[in-house]
Every structure is written in C-alpha cells, then in structure tokens.
C-alpha cells in the first residue's frame, strides 16, 4: 500500500476533522438494514466488522489508523441471532467464537463512549448468554439498547443498578418468562424513551417511568389494547409521545370479516403531543374497527401528530375511520393543535382526504400516497388528484383567503401516480411561495409510487428545478420510485 507521504494528491491531506465526518457515513450499521436483505451469516458478521469502513480506509495507512482510533466511528452496534445460532445436528454455534471476539474488539475500539445496541432475530434462535454478558459488562455506557428477540435463560439481574446513562429502551421479546427483565431495569436514571411489549408493563414501576418523554406498547392480542391505551393515564405529564404498535399473528384465511370486535377501550384524556399507530405484523383486515375505536377513545387536547403506518404496505393498508377522526378533531380542537399528518399508509377516498384538510386550519406538514394493488393485495387508489391540488392552492386574496385549505402548509411529502395534471402542481407551490403567509421555508417532496409511474412533465420538472435554485424559501426533491417495478406494483 502506498504511503499517503509519497502520494502529492489533496485526498491524502484531508483534515481529520472531514476524514472524520465522511467515515461517518460509512460507520452506521443500521443505515445499511432493510427488511429485503438477507440476513446471513458473513453480511452480519461484514456488518458487525464495519467492513464498509474499513474499506473505504484502505487509501492509506493515515485513513486506517484515524477510521481505527476515532472511538465515535465505532459506538453502533447492530446484531442478529443468526451470528450465534447453533445449526441442526450440532451441540454448539460454530460462528460464536468470532462473533465474541470481534464485539470484544468493536467495544475496545469505543473506548469509554456510550453505546448504541440493537439485537434482532429473524428466527426463534433466543439471545446468546455469552454475547449478553460482553455487552452487559459495558453497560454502563449504554445510552440505547433495543431487543427484539427470545430472551430465555437471560440474566438481568447484573444490571442492577448500572445503567446510569440508559436514555433509550426498546424491550419487545418474542418471548417472556420470569423473572421479569423489569425487576431489574428499574433505575435507570436518565431514561427519557421507552418502548415495551405489554407483558412487561407487570414490572414497570413509576419511579422506572417519571422522567419519560416518549412511551411506546407493542400488543399481541387484541384483548390488550384496552390496557395500552389505559397506560396513558399513568404516564408522567413530560410525556409528549404515545405510539401502539399491534402485532397480529394470524393470517387472512384465519380472520373472519364478518367478526365484530370490541376492544372495551376506556375512555382517556391525554396531553401528549405526538400519537402512532403502526400494524406491525397479520393481515389488516380489521384495522378499521380497531383504529376506529381507539380514536373514539381518546380526547387529545395538546396533539400536534398523528402518523399511522402498516409494515405490510403497500400489500396491506391501513383503513381510515373517518367519522371517528373527525369527532376526536372536534372533541380535541385539532383545527388549533394539530400540526403534522402522516397517512401515506391509509387507504381513504379524495373527499374524505379533503374533508380531513378542512378541519385541520394549523397542519403544516402531510404525508400522503396513492396506491396500487400488489397481487390482488392492497388497493388501487389515486388520492393526489386534480381536485386536492386545486383545494390546496391559495387563492390571490393572500394571506386574507379563506378559500384554500390548510394555509399553514410548510411540508408535503408525497408518493404518486403522477395522474394529476402536473401543471396543477407548479400553481401550487406558486401559490405557496407568492401568497401563503407562512414565512417559514416550504418542502415539496415528490416520488413516482412505482417506476412504472414514470416522471414529471419534463418542462414542469425544470421549472420547479428554478424555482428551487431561486428562492430560499423553497426546497424540492423528486426522489426515485418508492417501489421497484419487480415488487408487482
């Protein structure tokens, strides 16, 4: 390898201030983590290594020493069950041993930092007891630890008391057994985030939730909805964000749609900010019911967002319980509150989108999206239309129109057909930029739904292009399709 000394090139004498911030695009192993890639035995171990990192500072030996000895290059940890599962036939893992010492290693080159864990399991394969009690010994450093997968046969109980830098807890094992990790976790001073399956709420105590400022609950039975949503009512007045995130093990030929559900919701009244629902896992067939009655549920006085996500999209979709919305933004005064929509994985109709908008005078930011159906799954919906940009430009009364809906608008992010009038797109952020009286800057992001969608009308395209490199008040992206064609979409 050549000595960066004897090379006269300006790579070579890059500040180690900007070598420093350009590795830090290649050192965060989540980045690289995508429910289409496999999980295999030599991309978690590549993963685990930094091999991308380490790549890129083979230039020279001064790259290789600063991406070796930057302890922050080397806080994220991300690992999968499958770099210490025992194959069929065979009494222990034959992958353990280098999965250990390459964390050992990963852990020295931290140094004293605080770490970023997560550990995930594609299988049933359960955390291992050695990879636990490596990490456990650091953890005093864990500022973020994440698990989603079998804790069986793992000992908390060493953690007792030393996790004084602890801010984030995501706690969603696909199994629980006594005791409970909880009877353990309980001081953790500077927990601020916490997000856990509803089995462990057994174990929470308030003293373990006072300082919390965001709360999440993963339910596997719908019968435990109603204890979800109960759990708003013990939370600390800090907390500002609520999520739900319902897990489903059933499939479509086992739900019956004719089955009426009650979930025995009681009532709540919450100040939290910011509330998301997400359908991690079984079909969404009832997500209507079940989205229906936790919003009838609910009064919000302080919301200020709302997202609703589905992990199956776009082969399942959540559906929009619309008179339950627009009663909870009655009842809450959201046309006063509430400023950030996320609906990109709703299925609703153009007027029930736009009657939406006609209750929400302060939103300033809304997520949105067509649809198309993937193998007789999902939807065919066009939900950006002619009408909704034509209701969503403002009018040349200015700042006095009354006319045009959601006049705050700051943010629209959309995923399109592109079967509008595309000219229809241009006047409106036309109208955005000349007569909104929002001063703050206006973000329009555009992506085809699919590559069969095509692109823009090339003159439009260039105009908002112009647009954008003119004014400082405007931001424009049109980012590659959402979904490849090869998905069937």
């Known amino acids: 390898m050549p000595s960066c000394f004897a090379i006269d090139t300006h790579i070579h004498r890059l500040a180690t201030e900007t070598l420093i911030h350009i590795f830090l695009f290649h050192a965060d192993p989540f980045a690289y983590r995508s429910i289409f890639r496999a999980r295999y035995f030599r991309n978690e171990l590549e993963n685990l290594a930094n091999l991308r990192l380490l790549t890129l500072s083979k230039v020279c030996s001064?790259?290789?020493t600063v991406s070796l000895e930057t302890p922050t290059l080397w806080t994220k940890i991300d690992l999968d069950s499958v770099l210490w599962r025992t194959p069929a036939r065979t009494s222990e893992s034959p992958f353990l041993g280098r999965t250990v010492g390459l964390l050992a290693s990963v852990l020295r080159r931290s140094r004293e930092l605080p770490l970023i864990i997560r550990i995930t399991s594609g299988t049933t394969v359960p955390l291992h007891p050695r990879v636990f009690h490596l990490l456990a010994s650091h953890s005093y450093r864990w500022a973020s630890l994440t698990i989603f997968c079998d804790i069986h046969g793992i000992c908390f109980s060493g953690l007792e008391g030393r996790l004084p830098m602890l801010e984030n807890l995501q706690l969603e094992p696909t199994r629980v057994s006594p005791p409970n990790p909880f009877n353990y976790l309980k001081v953790a001073p500077a927990l601020r985030r916490l997000?856990?399956?509803?089995?462990?709420?057994?174990?929470?105590?308030?003293?373990?939730?006072?300082?919390?400022?965001e709360w999440g609950c993963e339910v596997t039975c719908l019968s435990d909805i109603a204890r979800a949503i109960s759990t708003l009512s013990q939370l600390p007045t800090t907390t500002s964000a609520f999520g739900l995130a319902l897990t489903l093990f059933h499939n479509k030929a086992s739900t019956d749609p004719s089955q009426t559900i009650d979930l025995h919701i009681t009532p709540q009244t919450s100040t939290i900010s910011s509330f998301s629902f997400e359908l991690v896992n079984g079909h969404p067939q009832h997500s209507l019911e079940i989205l229906a009655q936790i919003l009838a549920s609910l009064t919000l006085p302080a919301l200020r967002e709302i997202q609703c996500s589905c992990t199956q999209y776009p082969r399942g979709i959540l559906e929009w319980p619309h008179a339950q919305f627009i009663a909870l933004s009655e009842r809450s005064g959201f046309s006063h509150t509430l400023k950030i929509l996320n609906v990109a994985h709703v299925r609703m109709g153009e007027s029930a989108l736009l009657e939406v908008l006609s209750v929400l005078a302060s939103l300033e930011e809304l997520h949105i999206a067509d649809r198309r159906k993937v193998d007789s799954e999902g939807a065919n919906v066009v939900l950006i239309t002619d009408a909704l940009l034509r209701a969503i430009t403002c009018a040349a009364s200015g700042p006095d129109d009354t006319t045009s809906l959601i006049p705050q608008l700051r943010v629209l992010h959309c995923a399109s057909r592109l079967q509008f009038t595309h000219k229809l797109l241009l006047e409106f952020v036309s109208s955005r930029l000349e007569l909104a009286p929002n001063l703050s800057p206006f973000l329009l992001?555009?992506?085809?739904?699919?590559?069969?969608?095509?692109?823009?009308?090339?003159?439009?395209?260039?105009r908002l292009e112009a647009m954008w490199s003119r004014r400082r008040r405007f931001e424009y992206c049109f980012r590659s399709a959402e979904y490849p064609a090869l998905l069937g979409l």
């Open 62 to 64: 001064r790259w290789r």
């Open 195 to 213: 997000n856990v399956t509803l089995p462990l709420l057994d174990g929470i105590s308030k003293s373990a939730i006072q300082n919390l400022v």
């Open 445 to 462: 992001q555009v992506r085809p739904l699919t590559q069969a969608d095509g692109r823009l009308d090339a003159k439009v395209q260039e």
